[in-house]
């Protein structure tokens, strides 16, 4: 089955063309159309995770692809090519998971839209980006999945593009992850340079055989981590993300949250070599993953939107990621990107379902809204405490990995600050939880109301999962010891041990932020207004996330902006108006001044010819 | 006597004829400064054809021919001064400067 | 006249130059108020031409020899003048692209009503000299076309143009067409003295006056020669390539002429320079292009950020695609300047996917200001609830530009980024950020034009693309995916046209 | 001493174009006023007969009278055959113009004739009397011609300035000639050339006569600074009469110039070929330039003709057998473009009477024959393709090259780029801007200047699609003034 696996993407790719080009027409198809493919991708996925499992000598195969020409120039031959591997599996599994679900929701979320048909045009044209990123087996095929599921995202914040909020965020979006990508590009340039291959298997062989000097490797591992910083909307290039949150709610459960933001952590993951190569990048990774999850975590405290405390808490995890990828641990990361998937999934579906029952998206306008829809509280909860690190549900596991792998990689004082974010995560979950679903219900969300069954069932199978991924964690037969067995594919051996201590540590943490949420939102006896006056100028830097937005805004109206205007003033006062003009203007002005050498009186006419001839002659003879 | 003093006195007598043109506004006179003019061609047609190559007459033709040319060419010029006269009611070339630039 | 023709496809190349021109030579026998009658005789002729350019594209044999393009004839043997056709890698798409646009060109123009006749007749001239440029392989004629594609341009932007007022400044369309046209045959007097430079040197040198670019790659001509008309070369075919400093003619160019011509102006008329630095200056000049080279690339570098800059700065909507071309026309001039095989295949290619692209631009810019008589984009705002196909079409033209993959330009820039971060990295990755502000304004454009909330009542009546102009740019777009998606073909094409030319550089 | 067997002859064409002046002087007497077109048809018969019966009878004749004075050769014939259809087009031509604004048909059409012999004389001597009396006989005509209009004050004007500037001008090539005459005892060109043969350096008496004669003939081809005459005379001079000086004298002048500088002065051509390049780039530059500030389309045409007079003396200061080629070939180019645009220009004056540039507007909707005639006449004068200027100038241009005056060709290159603009100027006038109110009235041409314009439109087309034919021809007569080399020998391939 695993020589089908290319028809994985192939098959939203058929229905992403089929809806541009005949959607128009029969609209109701567009849904099937676009949920069936997924699913047709969806269960050749398990058919190649089977094969998989199944093949003997598993250790030997690292992984299994295959590629055509696409063109050649120049003597060098381009290739498009898919590999089927760990990382490219866990990725695929979340993936054609999570799109299918969220299709299936989208059904009746965005039923009264009147561009349906559009949306799921675009929805499977992401997907099919998404899994050919992720199935890339070389750097330029990588590189062009990677754009392309950027502009699908840039089209789906800007769906309601009506509303000028979201065309400048779908715009701010775009540029903002551009910028990463010309790191990337770059990147991949250097290294096509220093290698003349895409072939990621070539390049990492050169790596490994120190085939590429390090001062590349870690240029080239730097310029990686720009582009992840980019997509995974890391610190400083991180502005884009809240804002993405214009787009429709499913939109930021798929695109915002479970796959295409981790585009970048992937990225880190699939380049692995290279930070294990390069010390220095590795670290680069490190601080910025960590910077970004504790900044991001402080605003989610303090945000009131529930779909921006999401997409902060969004943040936190991705830099969680970085964090443990840069202490050196592809399994950890890759682990927690997997879970977070669903569970950020399903919270954003429930969130969604809670704005469409009950109208309202900010945190204080709700309460008590379990009575009124209690399935959503129920899903919700799971996934607040699975990210918030309860055990047992995934995200417990997944952090728990991450702590010990950076405990492992980066010693205390790293492991310090893991724990820290494991706090944070926990209150601002807490925080979310209890403020929606608890305390008394306020009477304008009287009305408010559960979710249709095609909304909740998909939201409950990704909570089903969110309560159980953990467990793959594990090691069970001999074909999968685990999880880290798995990604590594038993080069080296990583199955998931538990570190006691830090186990109850992250516990205890956890616990007593949902507790002191608890008091605080619930039972009342912790007031949190005179923290607020207390910290107040803290407070209004997080509110203000930091003013980051300010200053970039700033830079873009004065100086990008001005300078465009200057340039273009520039170009037509000078350059065209004197120059050009200039030239032409010579040549006529001294057409009319000469002219007047023709007096029209007759002796001037008989002057010029005497001159004309004495000046003949004075020049021959000088000549 | 040498050339050179014929020369002279023809160069002499052809920057006149020049001056002339160049200073009188009237368009007889100017006529008049051009025969001198052609007048110092003749003389120095014939002093040529005398002192450098005596017994071939070339100069001298051509001192014939330029004396009949001019004598056209002033009938022709008196015509059309003439034209000028009746058109303007003056013989000033420099009244005739409608046209110019 | 001893000639030679070699075949049915020389034939089928000379009936391709000869098509347009004749045909606007009948055409001038036409009354001049059967309107439809003059429109669908110009669109068959333009389609018969697309039919043949698309025969000689597809039936190119990239290993076989050239010679059975070849058409040769005695013109004027005491200049040794010969009337020489023949195609090459390089040549085969950008004639493809000439008669694409102008086919387009003729669909986009279905509302000319102003003496539609004298229109088509100088579109058809113009067109007729662009193919003979791209045919020639006498240099004689070369600039024979090359002026002849140049004098059209006067007319129809001065007459079909039209005059903008920015308020702070003013564009007349006269102003635009005197400009175009006389910066143009600026232009192609440096070229005029470089070709009768290399005729004299090269009669001094082998006895034989010869103008065929084949007999004159094959003299050995001085360094010090080489070095010191190579420039005129350059800058002559630059300035119709809108070498900066030397590219204002184009945005105003574009600012004044009509739909059609902006189309053709922008997608083909540029390429003409380019192709001239290549297929004359590096062929008959490579010491003098090797040691300009560098140079070349700078003032490439500097259109494309300038390009871009200058872009981001604009009102008007065809201000911004015209500096956009400046900037585009930036990287292909980089890809010349390398020397490396990939960028300078690169360049071909984004000659032939600008072209494309920059006329489904201009198409679809014609269409709004057909409709709502405006390009102001601080304006317009939020068209796309009335006008949707018209802001995807425009939207995949700009997505295309801003070097998105899926796009011939994403491919086309994609090499020569490759070739200049070889040869020269810094330049390369100046390159990289050009392509990043291109996003930038193109979607600030976008945005503020089909994004946002729609003036309901000041829009009420405003049309969508009718089918004509729809079937355009689906014709233009099928052709960005096409290459963008599967490139194959096109670049083996490419390269067997360059590879001949960057032997002699021994790269 | 001359040779008692004088081939008289061969002077039939000269001959017979006297008689035909004459004849028509007669007939003058015998017509009534509403019949004399019949002059002008009889002019042009007679004169095509004549041509006619030239061609086949000169031709490859090789013959020189009076010992040197007076040359029956190729190079002649192809002037006397350019003179006579010159001639012929420009009486064509003036029918309809004689008509409604001239007096004295009779005599306007004989002492066209007469000029018309006067040029074949021209391109015939081979002496410098010779010359200087044929170069008279035409001046004459012309002077008379220039004044033709008798009440309009600037036709006079025209004619007073002119003669009185042309008699003071031919007073400098007199004093010239007959101070070359002193320096080298001879007159004629061939032994001219021979004298110049034998010196290395030249002395005072040569240095001031050829400075003289290059002064003299410099106001017959109207170069800068001996230039001066001719915006006004043909300004003032009738519409036709202007084209004829604009073409016919200076086809003459050049026959003359370019038979003077190859037979007589080649060997000294070290001495003189810089000061005629001067000449030429200040001729082509002044032109060009001060025609950009013109207002009136006569002499905005004068100015332009003057920057042509300048690319023709690069020609001339490149001397070679390519270069004379060159000078030729646009010679022709550029009398057929001159007439096809003044007698467009002419149509419109019958018309309407206008001679601003202003009041062209509109004339595409007007008359769309005579803009496009003016069109395309206007882009081959600035050297645009498919017509005659491309081909003429790249020749000459690539002759001035292959003589190392690229630097000219360079300058030249800049000259007709001026020129374009001006001529830009006044097709931007017929088809951009609209008519002036109350003139949008359309043009009637009558069939005549229809056909005769649409001739030589064809003609200019013709010449710039396929010109081997004329290139060839012109071949041959130069082979004869410059024997030193023929096309086998200009390594063609």
Known sequence: MMEYAWLIPVMPAIAFFFLATAGRRLPNWSAIAATGTMAAGFIIFWFVLADWLSMESLPAVKAFGFSIDWMKAGGSTFTWGMVIDPISLVMLGLVTAAALGIQIYTWSYMAHEPRFTWFFAVHSLFAAAMLTLVMADNLLLLYIAWELVGICSYLLIGFFYERRSAAEAAKKAFITTRIGDVGLLIGILLLFAKTGTFELSAIFALVENGGLSDTVITAAAVLFFLGAIGKSAQFPLHVWLPDAMEGPTPVSALVHSATMVVAGVYLVARMFPFYEHSESAALMVTLIGAFTAIGAAAIALVVTDIKRILAYSTLTDLGFMMFALGAGSVTAGMFHLLVHGFSKAILFLAAGSISHGSGQTDIRQMGGLWRKMPITAVIFGIGALSLGGIPPFGGFFSKDEVITAVFDGRGLFFMSIALLIGFMKALYMGRVFFAVFFGKLKPENEDAHESPVVMLAPMLVFAFLALTIGFVALNYTDAYQGFGYFVFAGEHQEAFHLNKGIAIGSIALAVSGFILTWLAYVQGSLKTEPIIRRFSGVHRVLINKYYVDEVYQWVIDKVVLVFGRFIAFFDRAFINDIGVNGTGAIATTTGRLMRYVQSGKLYTYAMGMVVGFLGLALAWWVS | MELYHVEMLSAALFAIGIYGVLARRNAVMILMSIELVLNAVNINAVAYAAFLDPGRLVGQVITIFVITVAAAEVGLAMAIILRLYRTRATANVDEADSMKW | ?507 | MMEADVHFELLWPEFLVAGLAFVIFTLDFFLRPERKNILAWVSVIGLAGILAFTIPYLLDENDSLFNGLYRIDDYALFFKVLSMAIGGVVILGSIHYVNRYLTHPGEYYAILLLSVLAMMMMAASGELLTAYLSLELLSFCLYILSGFALQNKKSNEASIKYILLGAFSSGLLLYGIVMLYGAMGTTSFAEMAIFLEGIEDIDGRLLIGLTLLIAGLGFKMAAVPFHMWAPDVYEGAPMPITAYIAVGSKVAAFALVLRLFAEGLLPAIEQWNVLIAGLAALTMLFGNLVALAQTNVKRMLAYSSVGQVGFLLMGVAALSTLSSNGLMVHLVGYSVTNLAVFFAITAFYNVTGKEEIADFAGLASRSPFLAAAITISLFSLAGLPFLAGFVTKFYLFSAAAAEDLLWLAGVAMVASLISLYYYLKVIREMYINPAADGEGSTIQIPGLLYGLVGILVISVILLGVYPDPVVNMIEDATAVILPGGDASTLNLR
């Open chain 3, 1 to 507: 006249m001893v000639g030679v023709v070699n075949g049915i496809d020389s034939v089928l190349l000379f009936t391709l130059v000869a098509t347009p021109f004749f045909g606007a030579i009948a055409l001038a026998f036409f009354p001049a108020d059967r309107h439809v009658l003059i429109h669908w005789y110009s669109r068959i002729i333009a389609a018969s031409g697309l039919a043949i350019a698309a025969y000689l594209f597809i039936t190119f044999d990239t290993s076989d020899d050239l010679s059975k393009y070849i058409v040769d004839f005695e013109w004027l043997p005491s200049l040794g003048i010969r009337f020489t056709l023949g195609l090459s890698g390089i040549t085969v798409p950008l004639v493809l692209l000439n008669a694409i646009i102008f086919f387009g060109g003729v669909l986009i123009s279905w509302n000319v009503d102003h003496r539609p006749k004298d229109f088509f007749i100088w579109l058809m001239l113009l067109v007729a000299g662009v193919y003979g440029v791209f045919a020639s392989r006498d240099l004689f004629f070369l600039f024979f076309f090359y002026e002849l594609a140049v004098v059209p341009m006067y007319l129809l932007v001065g007459v079909w143009g039209s005059s903008t007022d920015f308020g702070t400044f003013l564009r007349t369309k006269e102003y635009g067409a005197m400009k175009v046209m006389l910066v143009l045959v600026a232009g192609s007097v440096l070229v005029w003295i470089a070709i009768l430079a290399m005729w004299m040197e090269a009669r001094e040198i082998t006895g034989i006056a010869d103008f065929s670019i084949a007999g004159l790659s094959q003299v050995e001509f001085s360094d010090g020669f080489q070095k010191l008309y190579y420039p005129f070369l350059m800058i002559g075919f630059g300035i119709l390539a809108g070498l900066w400093p030397f590219h204002t003619w184009s945005p105003d160019g574009h600012v004044a002429a009509p739909t059609a011509v902006s189309m053709l102006h922008a997608g083909v008329l540029m390429k003409l320079g380019a192709f001239g630095i290549l297929a004359v200056g590096m062929v008959i000049l490579p010491v003098g292009s090797r040691f300009w080279a560098p140079t070349l690339i700078g003032l490439g570098t500097v259109n494309v950020l300038y390009g871009a800059i200058s872009a981001m700065g604009q009102k008007d909507l065809k201000y911004v695609i015209g500096y956009s071309s400046v900037s585009h026309m930036g990287y292909v001039l980089m890809g010349l300047g390398t020397l490396d095989i990939l960028a300078v295949d690169g360049a071909v290619l984004q000659m032939f996917s600008h072209g494309i692209m920059t006329a489904l631009f201009f198409a679809m810019v014609g269409v709004i200001y057909q409709r709502t008589h405006s390009r102001d984009i601080t304006v317009l705002e939020g068209l796309g609830k009335r006008m949707g196909i018209t802001g995807v079409f425009l939207a995949v033209a700009g997505l295309t530009s801003l070097g998105l993959p899926g796009f011939s330009s994403f491919v086309a820039e994609l090499l020569i980024f490759i070739g200049t971060y070889r040869t020269y990295p810094i330049l390369g990755v100046l390159a990289v950020i050009g392509a990043a502000i291109t996003a930038v304004y193109i979607l600030r454009m976008l945005g503020k034009v089909f994004f946002g909330p729609i003036d309901e009542d000041k829009w009420k009546d405003l049309t969508d693309a009718n089918r004509m102009e729809t079937g355009v740019a689906v014709l233009l777009t099928g052709f960005l995916l096409l290459w963008g998606l599967y490139p194959f073909r096109i670049v083996e094409i490419i390269d067997s046209g360059v590879v001949p030319i960057m032997e002699r550089f021994g790269s």
